[in-house]
């Protein structure tokens, strides 16, 4: 497994409950390595109108942070994944998550990446987060404590169990499945 040490660091505001303030999502003197996933927080996408490849993510600072990470680390092959909710069809939720790909490999090319260290895959519904209950609260982000709480995979049929009873958590789930990833399949000399 080929490894590199890199430096990037991209500010999130996670809102996810419990966390209500500005935190840093980073990758700090981290090693990355092939097949490491890495979410891009709060990407988000307006409600879908249509495919349109000048369609751009509603935090397009975003954007701006990752192509240059890319530009200054040119070893890197990255495949973008975007994943949709379980609201709508499985075909439409596909083919939308491949447009939110393809559009953002798009703006990258635009920011000056080279488009031959991208791919993009729409994964639709077909992979929903995992995320872990502490006391009743839902939270996805990292935690050394991981495996010692309970976790849950954010189905359809577990979302559901919501909708009448907590309508935010219901949204927010929803919300949670809807992410990028950028995945690193490779390292060029």
């Given amino acids: 497994m080929i490894k590199l040490l890199l430096s990037f660091s991209i500010i999130s505001l996670l809102s996810g409950f419990g966390w209500g303030q ?61 994943h949709t909710d379980s609201r709508g069809s499985s075909d439409a ?9 393809n559009n953002l490999k798009y703006l990258l090319v635009l920011r000056g990446v080279d488009e031959s260290k991208i791919q993009s895959v729409g994964l639709g519904e077909d992979e929903p987060r995992t995320v872990r209950v502490v006391d009743g609260k839902h939270f996805f982000y ?16 577990y979302i559901n169990k919501f909708r009448s009873t907590d309508k935010k958590l219901y949204n927010q789930l929803h919300q949670w499945n809807r992410r990028t990833e950028i995945v690193v399949i490779g390292i060029v000399d």
């Fill in 142 to 157: 990292p935690d050394p404590n991981w495996n010692t709480h309970e976790k849950i995979i954010l189905t359809e049929k």
């Fill in 93 to 101: 939720n596909k083919k939308l998550s491949q447009q939110r790909a």
């Fill in 22 to 82: 500005a935190n840093y999502f980073e990758l700090t003197d981290s090693v990355i390595t092939e097949g490491a996933v890495y979410h891009i927080p709060d990407l988000r996408y307006s409600a879908c109108t249509g495919y349109d490849n000048t369609a751009e993510p509603a935090n397009i600072e975003y954007v701006d942070s990752l192509a240059d990470f890319l530009k200054s680390h040119k070893e890197l092959i990255v495949e973008i994944r975007t």
